[in-house]
């Protein structure tokens, strides 16, 4: 092998797909800094309600347009991932669902049950 060999020289995501676990995991340290990031923005939300009508008014402009919605509506998706996700591995924890097969579905209902809570979620508010 040459050192002008373009190929890898080890495995590398452009060869190797990641099974369906991997990403999860690297899902859920996602949605752990988007709750992180939202955190700051429920504390920025509360102190203009308490800074008074024309600050809590300019916040409301904020979460009311689309934007802020699609912040919203992430922030939603990212704490019942980040909850389902946990539940999952405190199962983990315990020893129970480490087979890959009950791994792998664990993971889709995960996804779900995301999913489904978050549209419901938004449906009822």
Known sequence: MSWDDKRPMSPHLQVYKL???AKLSIVHRGTGTALFIGLILMVWVL???AAGEES???MHGFLSSWFGKLVLFGFT???YFHLCNGI????WDMGKGLELEYAHK?????IVASVILT?????IA
């Open 77 to 79: 998706f990212s704490l």
């Open 47 to 49: 102190a203009a309600a």
């Open 19 to 21: 099974p369906l676990t």
């Open 56 to 58: 809590w008014q300019s």
């Open 119 to 123: 549209v419901l979620t938004w449906l």
């Open 106 to 110: 664990s993971g889709i209902a995960v």
């Open 88 to 91: 999952r591995h405190l199962f």
